[in-house]
């Protein structure tokens, strides 16, 4: 059977495997310009839960009963499209289902001789060029500033802390386990890492972690970490809003500090974005991130759980700190 996984209903609170469903699905016939194609790698990632809800964002919610999709690379198996043939590979915004027609006009060709397949869709993908893209544009780190990220072992934050360390910087990241702190030190030239989970004042852990204070904060989490973050910069600081990971299973509109009076009085930046602000630049942030890969200047981690069925419980995961690096399912 070809099996695909459905949205079975929209979680209030926190996503569990209820709320996903795997069905057979039919493979329709192939028109002119189009592909078969079967998957090898689907990404989970955390915008997704923002699609589950039926709220007003950048990108349409999922439907109930409908499959899931976000980013796969999937092996041309048949073709009707003059631009790709049997045994290539593809990289696009699919459907969950082990195999389905796409129109070639709606996926790229990606090169398994340049980098392992996995990597478009983590460090040379959407979480590469986020980490790229919003740490060069709105952080933009001088050598010496203390740069500090949250949700640092994730598929973007180890990539930010290092891009921090390659601009000169002193690298703080914030994480969520021992295991992750020691990882992040010893393999990404992390300077100094927060496990989140060990402290009760966050405040004073990132004075200490920060003695010069800071200058750039990426954020990937939102919530408490990055009230305790705001309470240590620096004048003219710039604060990266990427993700905000910590609010996304909340049922509650979140109340904390207003940051004005203490963005007012540093002078400091505050600003957010979405990646696709940048597809016009993509070509560029990839070159780069090749080069550093080359250069054996940027490294990277990947949790690769194996099987088409460990989707939802690889979504969840995202919520619990379970990867280390890009999370992905090997189908
Ligand atoms: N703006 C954009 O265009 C854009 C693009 C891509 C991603 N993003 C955002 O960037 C962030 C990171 O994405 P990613 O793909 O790299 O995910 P990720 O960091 O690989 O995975 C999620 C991580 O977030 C941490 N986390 C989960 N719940 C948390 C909580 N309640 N409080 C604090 N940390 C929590 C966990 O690490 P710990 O064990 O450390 O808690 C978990 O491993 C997300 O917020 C995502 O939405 C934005």
């Given at each position: 059977m070809n099996k695909q996984i459905l949205l079975k209903s929209r979680p209030i609170g926190m996503v569990t495997t209820d709320h996903f469903e795997i069905v057979a699905d039919d493979i329709l016939s192939l028109k002119e310009g189009d592909l078969l194609v079967k998957a090898k790698y689907i990404s989970v990632d955390p915008y997704m839960r923002g699609r589950m809800s039926d709220t007003d964002s950048y990108v349409a919610p999922f439907e109930v009963g409908k499959p899931i999709e976000g980013g796969v690379i999937a092996e041309v198996t048949?073709?009707?499209?003059?631009g790709f043939k049997a045994g290539e590979f593809v990289l696009g915004n699919l459907k969950w289902k082990e195999n389905q027609v796409v129109n070639g006009s709606l996926v790229t060709k990606v090169d398994k001789n340049l980098a392992p397949l996995s990597y478009y869709l983590g460090i040379l993908g959407m979480p590469g060029l986020t980490a790229y893209f919003g740490l060069s544009n709105i952080g933009n780190p001088q050598p010496g500033e203390t740069v500090i990220v949250s949700g640092a072992a994730g598929a973007v934050g180890m990539v930010v802390g290092q891009i921090a360390h390659i601009k000169g910087c002193r690298v703080v990241g914030i994480a969520g386990s021992e295991n992750k702190a020691k990882i992040l030190k010893e393999?990404?030239?992390?300077?100094e890492v927060i496990n989140y989970h060990e402290k009760k004042d966050m405040t004073e852990a990132i004075k200490k972690a920060c003695p010069d204070g800071v200058d750039v904060y990426y954020d990937n989490v939102g919530g408490d970490i990055s009230d305790a973050v705001l309470q240590n910069i620096n004048k003219q600081a710039r604060i990266i809003l990427c993700g905000q990971i910590s609010l996304y299973n909340s049922t509650e509109t979140p109340v904390g500090p207003r940051p004005q009076v203490t963005l007012l009085k540093k002078s400091a930046l505050m600003k957010g974005f979405i990646i696709s602000d940048y597809v016009q630049q993509f070509p560029e942030g990839i070159k780069q991130l090749v080069g550093w890969i080359k250069e054996g200047k940027l490294t990277y981690n990947e949790t690769i759980l194996k099987g088409f069925d460990s989707l939802p419980q690889a979504f969840i995961g995202l919520f619990k700190g379970e990867n280390i690096g890009k999370l992905l399912v090997e189908v």
């Open positions: 048949e073709s009707k499209h003059p393999q990404f030239n992390f300077d």
